[in-house]
């Protein structure tokens, strides 16, 4: 099996109401430091899990968009875009792709990633859309996944968050992704009947796979550990 077929996931969930959510700097530091480590013969990873409420900032973010952060931390990070939010109920599908091994631009990967949210929407009869003004995928004019990249020696991490099932008033403390008047919507308001949130995350992790021509996808289904 060719290399650039093969995808391995991790799924860092757990349905242990007394087991931490993976913490978000440890996690970027580890995505960071398994780009840095990678070479032409490591396989591409795709990484699934729910982290602690924090406020993120990417490398070229206005603070003047954190409007009151609360008691919620704020992080600046190296990913682009502007500020979000992340907590429990939030899918975090984080690709760590060689982009340059696969002959895709960031473009093409952004276009895959937001192709795979809106194929599964249609699956549940919903009808989403991208705006290449504004990166991400929206359902009538509210934001239902947020993207962010970056780039490494050739090779992406960092990815893209789903809105599942969520408490989403901590986005009245930010502008998301620099927008005051942008709207928030998740899959619970959206569904009367709410897929299994583990199933629903290895659908879109099929439909990426689909979008980048993965036919190989092995699982890890181990804990986060630092």
């Known amino acids: 099996m060719l290399i650039?077929?093969?995808?391995?996931?991790?799924?860092?969930?757990?349905?242990?109401?007394?087991?931490?959510l993976p913490d978000y700097e440890s996690v970027w530091h580890a995505m960071k430091a398994f780009t840095k480590l990678r070479d032409q013969s490591t396989i591409d990873q795709c990484w699934l899990l729910e982290h602690p409420k924090i406020f993120t900032l990417g490398r070229a973010a206005g603070e003047q968009?954190?409007?009151?952060?609360?008691?919620?931390?704020?992080?600046?990070?190296?990913?682009?875009?502007?500020?979000?939010?992340?907590?429990?109920?939030?899918?975090?599908?984080?690709?760590?792709?060689?982009?340059?091994?696969?002959?895709?631009?960031?473009?093409g990967m952004v276009d895959a990633l937001e192709a795979s949210v809106i194929q599964l929407m249609a699956n549940y009869g919903l009808t989403a859309y991208s705006?290449?003004?504004?990166?991400?995928?929206?359902?009538d004019g509210c934001k239902i996944a947020a993207l962010g990249l970056r780039i490494s020696r050739g090779c992406s991490y960092h990815g893209l968050c789903f809105n599942y099932?969520?408490?989403?008033?901590?986005?009245?403390?930010?502008?998301?992704?620099?927008?005051?008047?942008?709207?928030?919507?998740?899959?619970?308001?959206l569904l009367s009947q709410l897929p299994d949130k583990k199933y629903f995350a290895e659908q879109l992790v099929r439909c990426l796979s689909d979008q980048l021509s993965y036919t190989e996808i092995t699982n890890d289904y181990s804990l986060w550990t630092e």
């Open 65 to 107: 968009h954190v409007l009151d952060p609360g008691p919620i931390p704020v992080l600046r990070i190296d990913r682009g875009g502007q500020v979000t939010y992340h907590g429990p109920g939030q899918i975090m599908v984080y690709t760590l792709i060689d982009l340059k091994r696969r002959k895709l631009t960031v473009r």
């Open 165 to 189: 099932d969520f408490d989403s008033s901590p986005f009245n403390r930010i502008n998301p992704c620099g927008f005051a008047e942008l709207q928030v919507t998740q899959l619970s308001e």
């Open 131 to 139: 705006d290449k003004k504004a990166p991400g995928v929206y359902i």
């Open 4 to 20: 650039n077929q093969q995808l391995h996931v991790r799924k860092f969930f757990t349905s242990d109401e007394n087991q931490a």
